[in-house]
C-alpha cells in the first residue's frame, strides 16, 4: 500500500441511507486524486489522476490509483465527474475506461476537450460526455449535482455539490480565491453561502496550500514582473510553463505585443492545449503574433519568444533538450533570457535544478519562482479556507489534496473555526456518513499502480528496488556449470561486473571459495539449483560488501551439464 493502516481492517457493509467515502489517490500526496462516493449500491467518482514518479521510482512513467477495490463494480458506477483538466485530476480516466469504456463523463467544456484529446491519443472512443457549467444541476442514480464555479489556475474548474439522502457534500477541487482573475471568474462564494445555509454534512477541502498564512498572490500581479523581463532582454526569451496554463501562456501572448515581439509555441501538449483553448473562447491570440516555431528561427533574436513545456525538468521535454543543446530547431545562446512560470512539484526540485544550471552554463539569464514573481499558486492559502469554512459552516470537514502535513495543517484550519469533527484520512481509508456524522470505518488495498511503457501495474516496489540498486550499484553476474552426474564443476566460474568500478580481474580471489561453498553444498546433499545460487550470492555478496564496501545486485547463474 502506499499509506498502510495496519490498525485498520475491512469495512463492514454500509449502513442503510448511510453514504461511503473512499479516496483512491489525492490522500496524503499531491497528485492522482480520485474519490469514490458510494449510495443506496451505486457509485460516483469524483477526478481520476495521475501521480508523476520521483527518483526513486527510475523507470516509472505514471502511478495510477488503484482500481482494485470498485474493479468487481464498475458496472455500479452512475459517472466520472471531472472537476477541471489538470493531468493529477484527469490523466488516469483513459486507463479506468480501458476496464469500463461506457461510463458516464461530466465535466466543463473545456476539461471534457483536453480529456477526449487524451482519450483520442489513447485510441479509446469517446464515451458518453456531460458539459455543464456553474449553476448546472444533473441527477445520475442517487445523486444529485450541483456545479459551483471556482477559480483555480486552469479555466473552467468547478466544484460539485453531490446531494444523496444521506445528506449533502461539497468537493471544493482545486481552487483559490483570486479577487482580480484575468478571466474575471471568481470563485463564487454565493454559491458557497447557499449551500452552508442548506447544511453541508461533509466538506471536502484542497488542503495544498493550508500550510501557508494569508490569501495567495492574484495573477494579475505578474504582469509587471513579465513586463519587465521583457524589456530588459535584449535577445530571445523561453519561457517555460504547464502545457494547460492558459493564463499564463495569454499573459506572455499580451507581453510579447506591447513589446513587438512574435511568438511560437514548443511542445507537442503545448501546441495542442493552446489550440483547444483558443478555439474554446478560453485563449485571445492577438492577429499576427502566433508564428510557427522556424518561421520564428528566422527572425531576430531580439523579436523571438517560444513558449515551451518543460518547466518540471521532465527529461524529454522540449526545456531540457535546449538546456542540453541537442533540440532539432531551438539552440540556446549567451544572452537568452529563460522564464520558469510554474511552482516546484514535490520531488521535481534536483530535475528543475539541473535544468537551470544547464541553461546558465550556456550564457542564459534563467528566472524563476526563486528570484521573481513570475509564478502565483493557483491553491487557496490558510486565509481563504478561513473563509470559505466560516460561509460553509460544515458539520463535517475532510481535508483532501495535499501530503499529510497540508491536510494537518487543513483541519487544524477547520477546528480553529468552529468545526467540531474532521476526520483525516489517507488513500483506500473508507469514511461513512451515516446520521450526519462522518467517521473512518475502515480500509481498502490501495497501492501505486505504476505505468511503465505499455506496461500497467506490472511494476512492483520489488522491482523498483532492483532498479535503483542497478543503478546506484551495478551487478556481478557468476555463471558455473555443474555436472549433474558427478556434482563436480565442469566450469566456472565466470564472472563478470558492469556498472561498479570493479574489474572482472579483480574476481580472481573469490573464484576458489565460490568452488569451496558449492562443493560442500552438494556434499551436504542440496543439489537444488535454486540452493546452488543461493551459495554463490551469500559467498560473492560477503565478499563484495567486506572488501570493496559495494552492495551490487548478484546474479548467479548455474547451469546442469
Same mark, same amino acid.
Given at each position: 500500500?502506499?499509506?498502510?493502516?495496519?490498525?485498520?481492517?475491512?469495512?463492514?457493509?454500509?449502513?442503510?441511507?448511510?453514504?461511503?467515502?473512499?479516496?483512491?489517490?489525492?490522500?496524503?500526496?499531491?497528485?492522482?486524486?480520485?474519490?469514490?462516493?458510494?449510495?443506496?449500491?451505486?457509485?460516483?467518482?469524483?477526478?481520476?489522476?495521475?501521480?508523476?514518479?520521483?527518483?526513486?521510482?527510475?523507470?516509472?512513467?505514471?502511478?495510477?490509483?488503484?482500481?482494485?477495490?470498485?474493479?468487481?463494480?464498475?458496472?455500479?458506477?452512475?459517472?466520472?465527474?471531472?472537476?477541471?483538466?489538470?493531468?493529477?485530476?484527469?490523466?488516469?480516466?483513459?486507463?479506468?475506461?480501458?476496464?469500463?469504456?461506457?461510463?458516464?463523463?461530466?465535466?466543463?467544456?473545456?476539461?471534457?476537450?483536453?480529456?477526449?484529446? =487524451?482519450?483520442?491519443?489513447?485510441?479509446?472512443?469517446?464515451?458518453?460526455?456531460?458539459?455543464?457549467?456553474?449553476?448546472?444541476?444533473?441527477?445520475?442514480?442517487?445523486?444529485?449535482?450541483?456545479?459551483? $464555479?471556482?477559480?483555480?489556475?486552469?479555466?473552467?474548474?468547478?466544484?460539485?455539490?453531490?446531494?444523496?439522502?444521506?445528506?449533502?457534500?461539497?468537493?471544493?477541487?482545486?481552487?483559490?480565491?483570486?479577487?482580480?482573475?484575468?478571466?474575471?471568474?471568481?470563485?463564487?462564494?454565493?454559491?458557497?453561502?447557499?449551500?452552508?445555509?442548506?447544511?453541508?454534512?461533509?466538506?471536502?477541502?484542497?488542503?495544498?496550500?493550508?500550510?501557508?498564512?494569508?490569501?495567495?498572490?492574484?495573477?494579475?500581479?505578474?504582469?509587471?514582473?513579465?513586463?519587465?523581463?521583457?524589456?530588459? @532582454?535584449?535577445?530571445?526569451?523561453?519561457?517555460?510553463?504547464?502545457?494547460?496554463?492558459?493564463?499564463?501562456?495569454?499573459?506572455?501572448?499580451?507581453?510579447?505585443?506591447?513589446?513587438?515581439? =512574435?511568438?511560437?509555441?514548443?511542445?507537442?501538449?503545448?501546441?495542442?492545449?493552446?489550440?483547444?483553448?483558443?478555439?474554446?473562447?478560453?485563449?485571445?491570440?492577438?492577429?499576427? +503574433?502566433?508564428?510557427?516555431?522556424?518561421?520564428?528561427?528566422?527572425?531576430?533574436?531580439?523579436?523571438?519568444?517560444?513558449?515551451?513545456?518543460?518547466?518540471?525538468?521532465?527529461?524529454?521535454? $522540449?526545456? @531540457?533538450?535546449?538546456?542540453?543543446?541537442?533540440?532539432?530547431?531551438?539552440?540556446?545562446?549567451?544572452?537568452?533570457?529563460?522564464?520558469?512560470?510554474?511552482?516546484?512539484?514535490?520531488?521535481?526540485?534536483?530535475?528543475?535544478?539541473?535544468?537551470?544550471?544547464?541553461?546558465?552554463?550556456?550564457?542564459?539569464?534563467?528566472?524563476? =519562482?526563486g528570484n521573481a514573481l513570475v509564478h502565483v499558486s493557483?491553491?487557496?492559502?490558510?486565509?481563504?479556507?478561513?473563509?470559505?469554512?466560516?460561509?460553509?459552516?460544515?458539520?463535517?470537514?475532510?481535508?483532501?489534496?495535499?501530503?499529510?502535513?497540508?491536510?494537518?495543517?487543513?483541519?487544524?484550519?477547520?477546528?480553529?473555526?468552529?468545526?467540531?469533527?474532521?476526520?483525516? $484520512?489517507?488513500?483506500?481509508?473508507?469514511?461513512?456518513?451515516?446520521?450526519?456524522?462522518?467517521?473512518?470505518?475502515? =480500509?481498502?488495498?490501495?497501492?501505486? +499502480?505504476?505505468?511503465?511503457?505499455?506496461?500497467?501495474?506490472?511494476?512492483?516496489?520489488?522491482?523498483?528496488?532492483?532498479?535503483?540498486?542497478?543503478?546506484?550499484?551495478?551487478?556481478?553476474?557468476?555463471? +558455473? +556449470?555443474?555436472?549433474?552426474?558427478?556434482?563436480?564443476?565442469?566450469?566456472?566460474?565466470?564472472?563478470? @561486473?558492469?556498472?561498479?568500478?570493479?574489474?572482472?580481474?579483480?574476481?580472481?580471489?573469490?573464484?576458489?571459495?565460490i568452488i569451496d561453498a558449492l562443493l560442500q553444498t552438494?556434499?551436504?546433499?542440496?543439489?537444488?539449483?535454486?540452493?546452488?545460487?543461493?551459495?554463490?550470492?551469500?559467498?560473492?555478496?560477503?565478499?563484495?560488501?567486506?572488501?570493496?564496501?559495494?552492495?551490487?545486485?548478484?546474479?548467479?547463474?548455474?547451469?546442469?551439464?
Amino acid at each position: 500500500m502506499s499509506h498502510p493502516h495496519p490498525e485498520l481492517s475491512a469495512p463492514g457493509d454500509l449502513p442503510p441511507g448511510g453514504l461511503r467515502v473512499t479516496a483512491l489517490g489525492g490522500l496524503g500526496e499531491v497528485g492522482r486524486n480520485m474519490t469514490v462516493f458510494e449510495y443506496d449500491g451505486r457509485l460516483l467518482i469524483v477526478d481520476c489522476g495521475v501521480l508523476f514518479p520521483e527518483e526513486h521510482q527510475p523507470g516509472v512513467d505514471l502511478i495510477l490509483p488503484d482500481f482494485s477495490s470498485i474493479r468487481d463494480r464498475l458496472e455500479d458506477v452512475e459517472a466520472l465527474v471531472l472537476t477541471h483538466g489538470h493531468e493529477d485530476h484527469i490523466g488516469a480516466t483513459p486507463y479506468l475506461l480501458r476496464e469500463r469504456g461506457d461510463i458516464p463523463l461530466v465535466g466543463s467544456e473545456l476539461t471534457l476537450a483536453l480529456l477526449g484529446s =487524451k482519450l483520442r491519443e489513447h485510441r479509446l472512443l469517446e464515451t458518453a460526455h456531460h458539459v455543464v457549467a456553474e449553476g448546472d444541476r444533473i441527477t445520475f442514480g442517487p445523486f444529485e449535482l450541483e456545479f459551483v $464555479a471556482v477559480n483555480h489556475s486552469i479555466p473552467d474548474a468547478l466544484a460539485v455539490a453531490i446531494r444523496t439522502g444521506a445528506g449533502l457534500v461539497l468537493h471544493t477541487g482545486d481552487f483559490k480565491m483570486d479577487q482580480l482573475p484575468l478571466d474575471g471568474r471568481i470563485t463564487d462564494l454565493r454559491a458557497f453561502a447557499r449551500l452552508g445555509e442548506e447544511g453541508v454534512d461533509l466538506f471536502l477541502t484542497d488542503s495544498t496550500n493550508a500550510e501557508v498564512p494569508g490569501f495567495t498572490t492574484s495573477e494579475k500581479e505578474i504582469a509587471p514582473v513579465l513586463d519587465r523581463v521583457f524589456r530588459d @532582454s535584449e535577445k530571445r526569451l523561453i519561457v517555460a510553463c504547464f502545457a494547460s496554463h492558459v493564463h499564463r501562456v495569454q499573459q506572455v501572448l499580451d507581453a510579447a505585443v506591447a513589446h513587438g515581439r =512574435k511568438v511560437a509555441y514548443v511542445g507537442r501538449s503545448m501546441v495542442r492545449n493552446m489550440a483547444i483553448a483558443r478555439d474554446l473562447g478560453h485563449l485571445t491570440v492577438p492577429p499576427g +503574433v502566433l508564428v510557427d516555431a522556424k518561421e520564428l528561427a528566422d527572425l531576430p533574436a531580439h523579436q523571438q519568444v517560444l513558449i515551451s513545456t518543460g518547466s518540471q525538468g521532465e527529461p524529454m521535454s $522540449a526545456l @531540457s533538450r535546449i538546456a542540453q543543446r541537442n533540440h532539432h530547431f531551438v539552440r540556446i545562446e549567451e544572452g537568452d533570457t529563460v522564464v520558469l512560470a510554474s511552482s516546484l512539484i514535490p520531488g521535481n526540485e534536483n530535475a528543475v535544478y539541473r535544468v537551470i544550471n544547464g541553461l546558465a552554463r550556456w550564457g542564459a539569464n534563467v528566472v524563476h =519562482k526563486g528570484n521573481a514573481l513570475v509564478h502565483v499558486s493557483g491553491h487557496a492559502s490558510a486565509g481563504e479556507l478561513l473563509y470559505c469554512y466560516n460561509i460553509v459552516r460544515p458539520r463535517n470537514v475532510m481535508p483532501v489534496h495535499g501530503e499529510i502535513r497540508h491536510m494537518l495543517a487543513n483541519a487544524a484550519l477547520a477546528r480553529a473555526t468552529g468545526v467540531e469533527n474532521v476526520v483525516l $484520512a489517507e488513500d483506500g481509508v473508507v469514511v461513512d456518513l451515516v446520521d450526519r456524522v462522518a467517521r473512518v470505518v475502515g =480500509k481498502v488495498d490501495c497501492g501505486y +499502480v505504476f505505468v511503465d511503457g505499455a506496461s500497467v501495474g506490472d511494476v512492483t516496489e520489488s522491482d523498483l528496488k532492483d532498479r535503483r540498486i542497478l543503478g546506484e550499484e551495478g551487478f556481478v553476474s557468476i555463471i +558455473v +556449470v555443474i555436472d549433474s552426474v558427478s556434482g563436480t564443476i565442469a566450469s566456472g566460474p565466470e564472472i563478470h @561486473s558492469r556498472g561498479n568500478a570493479l574489474e572482472d580481474e579483480q574476481f580472481e580471489e573469490i573464484k576458489q571459495p565460490i568452488i569451496d561453498a558449492l562443493l560442500q553444498t552438494v556434499a551436504e546433499g542440496n543439489t537444488d539449483t535454486y540452493q546452488l545460487q543461493q551459495t554463490i550470492r551469500r559467498v560473492v555478496g560477503r565478499w563484495v560488501s567486506n572488501t570493496h564496501r559495494r552492495r551490487p545486485m548478484i546474479i548467479p547463474v548455474v547451469i546442469e551439464a
